[in-house]
């Protein structure tokens, strides 16, 4: 079955930093996620995007993030400048269309800023 | 606005029992309603989804979930636990248009004792 991929799976960086997370989703999915789970908190929603370009944003989706998709198949999440607070498991997924169409998670990247 | 509360942080039972796991959404809208589990060191993976059609959803694993409007509920069960069960489960609410937007509850880690 396909999957969605990250990598890597754990990175460590320094405050200040810029961090750029990697995912290759599912070739035929058209929409494309990303979450983040605070360690001990909720999966949390940052941003989706469709057709090249961001369909939705949370409030935590500021301006030290940005997503691209440089190639037809990878999609990237890039922070500018990395905070503490940005230590968390960064989930990526992917959708095929309709909104029946289900999300496939990939493994996670634990993103830890020192 | 959607919100899940999954009551019980940790639940414990002995294989081959019951298994019953909370959640209570709030929705504005009338909710798409979904189960996660995440294995350790893995992504998470649908167990069911609830999108409007029938009340009780059966799911992979023998797992399954009704949907009752009158109580705000989605409630996880299967009859008989296996030791391979043993994950964190989420529950989660979207509205039907924009679907892939998830809100998680905080997650139940399910312990089963031999």
């Known amino acids: 079955e396909p999957e969605v991929t990250q990598t890597p799976s754990h990175q460590v960086t320094q405050m200040g930093q810029e961090v750029i997370l990697r995912c290759v989703p599912i070739s035929n999915h058209l929409y494309f996620y990303w979450y983040r789970q605070i360690l001990g908190q909720k999966v949390e929603f940052l941003v989706s995007f469709y057709n090249n370009e961001i369909s939705e944003k949370s409030e935590i989706f500021d301006d030290q993030f940005s997503v691209e998709r440089p190639d037809g198949s990878n999609f990237t999440l890039k922070i500018r400048s990395t905070k503490l607070e940005d230590s968390a498991m960064y989930f990526c997924?992917?959708?095929?269309?309709?909104?029946?169409?289900?999300?496939?998670f990939g493994n996670g990247t634990r993103l830890t800023v020192t | 606005a959607q919100s899940v509360t999954q009551l019980g942080s940790h639940v414990s039972v002995s294989e081959g029992a019951l298994v019953l796991l909370r959640c209570n959404y709030s929705s504005s809208v009338p909710p798409y309603l979904f189960w996660y589990v995440q294995y350790p060191n893995q992504g998470l993976q649908l167990l069911l989804k609830y999108t409007s059609a029938a009340t009780l959803v059966k799911g992979i694993n023998g797992f399954e979930a009704e949907f009752k409007k009158s109580e705000t509920s989605f409630h996880l069960t299967k009859p008989s636990a296996h030791m391979s069960d043993a994950a964190e489960y989420f529950c989660a609410v979207s509205a039907p248009q924009g679907a892939q937007k998830l809100v998680f509850g905080q997650g139940t880690r399910l312990t089963i004792n031999p």
């Open positions: 997924a992917s959708s095929g269309a309709g909104d029946n169409s289900p999300l496939h």
